[in-house]
């Protein structure tokens, strides 16, 4: 059956070290993946999107590599402050042999930076 | 402001009592659609709309109903509401596609007594 890890629920790490956040899938075949942020009682917000022939891509502190080989993607945030701190949903494109072609998220890892 | 509204933010009804959460948005989409989110189940998709009067049942439709008349609204509907329901709902929104960036609303809790 399909399905989608992000491999921790939570993750803490102190402030100004890199944070790096990972989504594992099985038995798709997805275009692209996304990564949302979402703080308590709001809802997700969108922060970056990479395609399948994209190794790669970055946005300020934040980058996100996608390898459709392990079936794995990593979001980093280095520098990371406080204000990062935040649940960090992963979402992908259903594999087109059989879904509705919606988005599919995974369940979150909590990140909390420390001063 | 390009957003998606929803109401109410909060409700706390009883077993039965048929309620109505409402969703608009202002961006033009033609895709809309509603999650809820459980702790330990992430976000589960309930009902999907491609267009105006096009629905489409999502993973967890049951217990549900939906109407898209215009393209701004997607009111998601309860018809007798029971306990399981209680939840955290969103409405999201993109552009043409299920897999286009979704745009979020606040959401509505819900508590069903």
């Known amino acids: 059956s399909q399905k989608i890890e992000q491999n921790s629920e939570a993750l803490n790490i102190q402030e100004g070290k890199t944070a790096t956040l990972t989504c594992n899938y099985t038995?798709?075949?997805?275009?692209?993946l996304q990564w949302y942020r979402q703080d308590p009682g709001r809802g997700p917000v969108f922060l970056l999107l990479?395609?399948?022939?994209?190794k790669e891509k970055r946005k300020e502190r934040l980058k996100v590599t996608f390898d459709t080989t392990l079936k794995q993607s990593l979001f980093h945030i280095t520098a990371s402050q406080p204000a990062d701190s935040a649940t960090y949903l992963c979402a992908l494109t259903g594999d087109y042999g059989g879904s509705q072609g919606n988005l599919i998220f995974g369940k979150g890892t909590k990140l909390s930076v420390k001063p | 402001e390009a957003q998606v509204t929803q109401n109410p933010r909060y409700l706390i009804t009883v077993t039965g009592k048929k309620l109505t959460v409402t969703c608009s948005q202002n961006?033009?989409?033609?895709?809309m659609s509603w999650y809820r989110q459980d702790p330990g189940l992430g976000l589960r998709q309930i009902y999907y709309?491609?267009?105006?009067?096009?629905?489409d049942k999502g993973d967890v439709p049951e217990g549900y109903k939906v109407s898209r008349k215009e393209k701004r609204n997607f009111p998601l509907i309860l018809e007798s509401p029971s306990p399981n329901q209680t939840s955290l709902y969103f409405c999201?929104?993109?552009?043409?596609?299920?897999?286009?960036?979704?745009?979020f609303g606040p959401g509505t809790r819900l508590t069903v007594l």
């Open positions: 999201a929104s993109s552009l043409s596609e299920g897999t286009d960036t979704q745009y």
């Open positions: 038995n798709y075949s997805p275009a692209y």
């Open positions: 961006m033009n989409h033609e895709y």
């Open positions: 990479i395609r399948e022939n994209e």
């Open positions: 709309s491609m267009n105006v009067e096009v629905t």
